[in-house]
């Protein structure tokens, strides 16, 4: 069974930092895709930060220059650190895993795909 479990979420005040965990079981990490969305109310969930099997990264332009997102390669917890936190960053984060696969000609392609519960951020003086 597939959890991704999110942690560190809270209150802080404008331009403050936190970092999000996130912790995987029954999946293989190396094997996956790795990101984080958010959801505000009102609002469409939307990609905050992604990093992929190999390692390359990928960010929401709101977000660029503020957030990080890192992993040990195959290891948990995938981190996203995130400064310079604004009341517009304020939302559900949840964690997200695609399962990777490469056809023998090295096409690659996204499998199935898991989400975790979300953990709240908050941003407000």
């Known amino acids: 069974q597939v959890q991704l479990v999110e942690s560190g979420g809270g209150l802080v005040q404008p331009g403050g930092s936190l970092r999000l965990s996130c912790a995987a079981s029954g999946i293989t990490l190396s094997a996956n895709d790795m990101g984080w969305y958010r959801q505000a109310p009102g609002k469409q969930r939307e990609l905050v930060a992604s990093i992929s099997d190999s390692g390359s990264t990928d960010y929401g332009d709101s977000v660029k220059g503020r957030f990080t997102i890192s992993r040990d390669i195959g290891k948990n917890p995938v981190y996203l650190q995130m400064n310079s936190l604004e009341p517009e960053d304020a939302a559900v984060y949840y964690c997200?895993?695609?399962?990777?696969?490469?056809?023998?000609?090295?096409?690659?392609?996204?499998?199935?795909?898991?989400w975790g519960q979300g953990t709240q951020v908050a941003v407000s003086s």
């Open positions: 997200n895993a695609k399962r990777v696969t490469y056809s023998s000609t090295g096409r690659r392609y996204q499998r199935e795909e898991y």
